[in-house]
């Protein structure tokens, strides 16, 4: 069973996904303001550098995004001062500012609407000759646009498909519309962002459980679902005072993904690390001893390592290129059979990603394309205390955790007197600006006493209840 938990609170969303009680993929999206995949807006083209065939554009959020010139986009004409339309392929990332297009394409559950060609074409997984003969001969297409026939097209009648396409093409007029009637770049169209994409991609036939804790997202999630009729969805409004994540336990799941090492049902065990060009996978044998001989273990432990692999390349949203050393197999026999084991974890993956064979060293090499940001790049930050060589969990994102442990704590009766304790790596940053801290775990109404401390562990809060405990701890006051 396929259990979705959707959670918007303090200007983050976030969605994770379950398969018989196991963490699958996990989405978040920050409310920054700034372009997100998906969004189309009326630009600008600011300045254009044949140099590096690339084209700076405004679209009006402060920043300038930059787009790819090249023949199959049909944009190598493009001049300063230009004004089109374009879509977000990739947010921004570091000082690299949002990646744009001018190829344009909405998105349905059945068919995807795009500007850049005016042909029919076919998801791959749809093979059949009959069912594309069909669809082409039946299908009701505005000369100006193209469209592309996607996988769940073919469980629905030519008549929902038709009525999808018309959907789409209204959008896509009152975009143009809009755009024609507006003086400056800005957003045209959200485009549903990452609970659009779930709600089209994620949903299927198989038996799911959606969890939400917002009463806005319940009622456009129920409108959704209710006018679609080949799947099958029991939708439900959490309203525990503890947020969904945590209630459900996913908040430790999350905060799991920071470990380096994943262990194997077979004893054996990979170390995923990030450098600067590239993610490096290393799988061991560990305690693996089910084999009888090294021929054995190595291939046991192989196959339950890819496996894992893509499970966690999926689950941390990992992208760009990944470099896997498997252990030494020199049967060519066994080396297929855990390619066919990795290649099958990204079967269902919307994400494209290409996996080259093994190397002569036993290596495997996977380029994925980036769709958002990875699950590192939410929750943790450089560490000023070790200058720049290690990694600690965002600031931001502690306060946000520390929030939701006053929350558990609260519900149990009203406390007005809070003790924390967080590693002293924060001390700068907290001290630094004590009452933006304050808001931020949402405690303007309690008396706060703060300890740093050394250690693993990055916070503890506890509630003071007895007049002695606050006596004794009354130096580590800092607001109330």
Not at 1 to 21: D, P, S
Not at 247 to 273: A, D, M, P, S
């Given at each position: 069973?396929?259990?979705?938990?959707?959670?918007?609170?303090?200007?983050?969303?976030?969605?994770?996904?379950?398969?018989?009680?196991k963490l699958k993929e996990c989405f978040i999206e920050e409310d920054t303001k700034e372009p997100v995949p998906g969004e189309i807006y009326k630009a600008t083209i600011k300045n254009v550098v044949p140099a590096i065939k690339c084209a700076f554009v405004d679209v009006g959020s402060g920043e300038n995004c930059y787009m790819y010139m090249d023949r199959r986009f049909k944009n190598t004409n493009f001049k300063k001062g230009q004004e089109i339309l374009v879509q977000v392929v990739k947010e921004s990332l570091g000082t690299k500012g949002p990646k744009v297009t001018n190829a344009i394409s909405i998105p349905g559950r059945y068919c995807v609407l795009n500007t850049l060609n005016t042909e029919i074409n076919f998801s791959k997984k749809i093979i059949e000759e009959d069912i594309k003969k069909y669809i082409k001969e039946n299908i009701i297409k505005p000369d100006d646009i193209g469209i592309m026939i996607r996988t769940n097209s073919k469980n629905v009648s030519i008549e929902l498909l038709n009525d999808e396409i018309k959907k789409l093409y209204d959008i896509y007029k009152r975009i143009y519309k809009k755009a024609t009637y507006s003086l400056k770049p800005g957003l045209l169209l959200k485009n549903g962002g990452i609970l659009g994409r779930i709600l089209r991609d994620k949903l299927d036939s198989s038996t799911i459980k959606l969890y939400v804790n917002n009463l806005e997202?319940?009622?456009?999630?129920?409108?959704?679902?209710?006018?679609?009729?080949?799947?099958?969805?029991?939708?439900?409004?959490?309203?525990?005072?503890?947020?969904?994540?945590?209630?459900?336990?996913?908040?430790?799941?999350?905060?799991?993904?920071?470990?380096?090492?994943?262990?194997?049902?077979?004893?054996?065990?990979?170390?995923?690390?990030?450098?600067?060009?590239?993610?490096?996978?290393?799988?061991?044998?560990?305690?693996?001893?089910?084999?009888?001989?090294m021929k054995k273990t190595a291939y046991i432990t192989n196959i339950q390592a890819a496996e894992e692999v893509?499970?966690?390349?999926?689950?941390?949203?990992?992208?760009?290129?990944?470099?896997?050393?498997?252990?030494?197999?020199?049967?060519?026999?066994?080396?297929?059979?855990?390619?066919?084991?990795?290649?099958?974890?990204?079967?269902?993956?919307?994400?494209?990603?290409?996996?080259?064979?093994?190397?002569?060293?036993?290596?495997?090499?996977?380029?994925?394309?980036?769709?958002?940001?990875?699950?590192?790049?939410?929750?943790?930050?450089?560490?000023?205390?070790?200058?720049?060589?290690?990694?600690?969990?965002?600031?931001?994102?502690?306060?946000?955790?520390?929030?939701?442990?006053?929350?558990?704590?609260?519900?149990?009766?009203?406390?007005?007197?809070?003790?924390?304790?967080?590693?002293?790596?924060?001390?700068?940053?907290?001290?630094?600006?004590?009452?933006?801290?304050?808001?931020?775990?949402?405690?303007?109404?309690?008396c706060v006493y703060l300890n740093f401390v050394t250690g693993d562990e990055n916070f503890k809060v506890e509630p003071l209840l007895f007049g002695t405990q606050i006596e004794n701890l009354k130096m580590y006051k800092v607001y109330g």
């Open positions: 069973m396929k259990e979705i938990f959707i959670e918007r609170q303090h200007g983050v969303f976030r969605i994770a996904i379950k398969k018989n009680n997202d319940y009622n456009e999630i129920n409108e959704y679902i209710s006018t679609i009729s080949d799947i099958n969805v029991f939708l439900e409004l959490h309203r525990d005072e503890r947020e969904l994540f945590d209630f459900y336990g996913i908040e430790k799941e999350i905060l799991k993904l920071r470990n380096t090492k994943v262990q194997l049902n077979c004893g054996g065990y990979i170390i995923i690390e990030k450098t600067e060009a590239m993610y490096v996978i290393d799988v061991n044998s560990g305690k693996n001893t089910s084999g009888n001989s893509a499970n966690q390349i999926r689950l941390r949203n990992l992208s760009g290129i990944i470099l896997i050393d498997f252990i030494d197999m020199n049967e060519d026999e066994n080396r297929i059979k855990v390619l066919d084991k990795l290649k099958e974890g990204f079967e269902s993956d919307k994400n494209k990603t290409v996996i080259y064979p093994f190397t002569e060293l036993n290596l495997v090499q996977i380029a994925r394309r980036r769709m958002g940001k990875s699950i590192y790049d939410y929750i943790e930050e450089e560490c000023k205390m070790c200058h720049g060589k290690g990694e600690r969990l965002k600031l931001s994102y502690l306060s946000f955790l520390i929030n939701n442990e006053i929350k558990k704590v609260n519900k149990q009766k009203s406390i007005k007197h809070i003790y924390i304790e967080i590693n002293e790596v924060y001390k700068n940053d907290i001290k630094g600006d004590i009452l933006n801290f304050i808001k931020d775990i949402n405690a303007l109404d309690k």
